[in-house]
């Protein structure tokens, strides 16, 4: 039993689920705001920032997909 199915009482079947239709990807954590609600923790003290070659990759993963819509936020920089 995985961990999820163990804490929720669910059970998630990923052979009957749809494609994805939609790939949020993070770039970074280094961001001049410190807010609460920010679900990455990003702020000004953190400095990891997703290197240009595994853009790359997911790019061109991304290409060989039929995903739709990409969101590639990024935190706001100074």
Do not use: Y
Not at 13 to 35: H, M, Y
Not at 40 to 47: D, E, L, S, T
């Amino acid at each position: 039993m995985s961990r999820f199915a163990q804490k929720t009482g669910r059970t998630f079947d990923l052979t009957s689920s749809r494609a994805p239709e939609i790939l949020q990807v993070n770039v970074g954590k280094l961001c001049n705001l410190t807010c609460v609600h920010c679900h990455v923790n990003a702020g000004p003290k953190r400095k990891e920032i997703m290197t240009r070659e595994t853009i790359d990759c997911i790019i061109d993963w991304l290409a060989k997909t039929e995903i739709q819509l990409s969101i590639l936020p990024a935190a706001r920089q100074k």
